[in-house]
């Protein structure tokens, strides 16, 4: 089912109990939204606003851009599409799972992650007049050898880890890489368990 009306505004329950929804169109999901069944909820185009969603299901984003404030519980996939002047929240037990080749875009972006994020693949991009700053509480399991850089440039990438920076799959001497323009200022665990992580901008133990 695809839907590509004008707008679309959500407080109750998205059941898709099989197959999926396509949402072409600008969409808000406020709080008390509910994504429950056995099939998938595909956000595909359009402006999208998830704040405080409960995710039983599969929401995934393949298209389009992400803003303002949202509050994940649940599973989230990122496949493609952008974070744009957004403030995004994973919950303790959430979970970001960030897939596919694609370059994954966030610039003026506050991320912090209570839960696991799962860097299977692609790029991150962030960056620029508001800079990008990267708050880990929890896990962020860097699973292939992929970059964070500051492509937006301008107030440049912060990522300040309070919990576990992992990488937990990679082959030498290829690497997870930290690119100029990225601070890294870790006040809990960086965990190497394969291949390399690099640094080439600011690192300090705090």
């Known amino acids: 089912t ?19 929804v396509i949402f072409q169109t600008d969409a808000t999901f406020s709080p ?5 069944g056995a099939g998938s909820t595909i956000l595909s185009s359009g402006t999208f606003n998830i704040n405080g969603a409960t995710i039983n299901s599969t929401l ?4 389009g851009s992400v ?20 403030t995004l929240m994973i919950t303790l037990g959430g979970t970001l799972n960030i897939i596919g080749a ?21 790029t991150i991009r962030g960056g620029n007049t508001s800079g990008t ?6 896990l962020w ?4 050898d992929q970059e964070l850089n500051n492509a937006y440039g301008v107030a440049g990438v ?11 799959a990679g082959t030498k001497p290829n690497s997870t890489t930290i690119q100029s323009g990225v601070a890294f200022v870790n006040n809990g665990t960086v965990d190497a368990q394969n291949g390399l992580i690099q640094f080439y901008g600011s690192f300090a133990n705090s």
């Open 60 to 63: 995934q984003l393949n298209g």
């Open 32 to 36: 008390g939204s509910v994504f429950n």
């Open 67 to 86: 803003g303002g404030t949202n509050i994940l519980s649940g599973t989230f996939i990122w496949n493609n599409g952008s974070f744009n002047n957004a």
């Open 141 to 144: 399991d860097a699973q292939s």
């Open 102 to 122: 694609n370059i994954h875009d966030m610039p003026n972006c506050t991320f912090i992650n209570n839960g696991t994020v799962t860097w299977a693949s692609g």
């Open 133 to 138: 700053f990267i708050f880990n509480y929890g």
């Open 158 to 168: 912060f990522f300040n880890n309070f919990g576990t920076f992992r990488k937990s």
């Open 2 to 20: 695809t839907m590509a009306i004008s707008a679309f505004n959500n407080a109750g329950t998205i059941d898709v109990q099989t197959n999926s």
